[in-house]
């Protein structure tokens, strides 16, 4: 599966943006995807998760602002990002995995990343 995240960009603290993750194969319904990110000098972090029946979870810190969601006939998973922080600012990343986890090195598969940034 090849991944590739897009719709980032600079936003101001309370806006919206939609990012997008693009996958290539044809078994991107066999995987449950995640949505991950960086910010400069931190760790990377869990951010969202879908199984493949569409059942989601999320960080506390994005839950109630942002939704998962996928199109297995598009091949497609979205990240609706609303009411934007200044600290959600970092480079999100998306990813496949074949099991149910938010441990980012269990997923098998990243798209390049597509930067956020939330300006106060």
């Known amino acids: 599966v090849q991944l590739q995240a897009s719709g980032g960009g600079l936003v101001q603290a309370g806006g919206s943006l939609r990012l997008s993750c693009a996958a290539s194969?044809?078994?991107?319904?066999?995987?449950?995807m995640g949505w991950f990110r960086q910010a400069p000098g931190k760790e990377r972090e869990f951010v969202a998760l879908i199984r493949q029946s569409s059942t989601t979870y999320y960080a506390d810190s994005v839950k109630g602002r942002f939704t998962i969601s996928r199109d297995n006939a598009k091949n497609m998973v979205y990240l609706q990002m609303n009411s934007l922080k200044s600290e959600d600012t970092a480079v999100y990343y998306c990813a496949a995995a074949r099991i149910w986890t938010i441990r980012g090195s269990e997923y098998d598969y990243w798209g390049q990343g597509t930067l956020v940034t939330v300006s106060s």
């Open positions: 194969g044809r078994t991107f319904s066999n995987y449950g």
